[in-house]
């Protein structure tokens, strides 16, 4: 799978499932999501995901980082960094001087989670 891949797919259906269970205040990774929908090493497919929502989906997308704790440039320049970490901010998730977040404070820790495909 690619970019290409439909947004009605079944693996973009496990990763939206996924990043649905992640409370506020919480972050989980791209890798992180791609293994707990059953997709290990499939990191960019999560992000081309998430990419593919459509505005106003509801789904808490910014609540999905890089495994360096950081908020991932965008290729098109656009907002959506800015945005997601207003967003973040707003659930208290908290930034350091170098613009990362410490994940051992804020990563979803899920006890249990099934994805069914």
């Known amino acids: 799978?690619?970019?290409?891949?439909?947004?009605?797919?079944?693996?973009?259906?496990?990763?939206?499932?996924?990043?649905?269970?992640?409370?506020?205040?919480?972050?989980?990774?791209y890798g992180q999501v791609a293994v707990l929908a059953g997709l290990a090493g499939r990191a960019r497919l999560v992000g081309y995901a998430l990419h593919a929502l459509p505005e106003g989906s509801g789904l808490p997308w910014h609540r999905v980082i890089n495994a360096r704790g950081e908020v991932s440039e965008r290729s098109d320049g656009g907002p959506a960094g800015r945005v997601q970490?207003?967003?973040?901010?707003?659930?208290?998730?908290?930034?350091?001087a170098a613009g990362r977040i410490a994940l051992e404070r804020f990563r979803w820790r899920p006890s249990r989670l099934r994805v069914d495909a």
């Open 85 to 96: 970490r207003l967003l973040l901010g707003r659930e208290r998730v908290r930034f350091d």
């Open 1 to 29: 799978m690619s970019a290409s891949t439909p947004r009605g797919s079944a693996a973009y259906r496990r990763i939206y499932a996924v990043v649905s269970k992640i409370p506020r205040g919480r972050v989980a990774t």
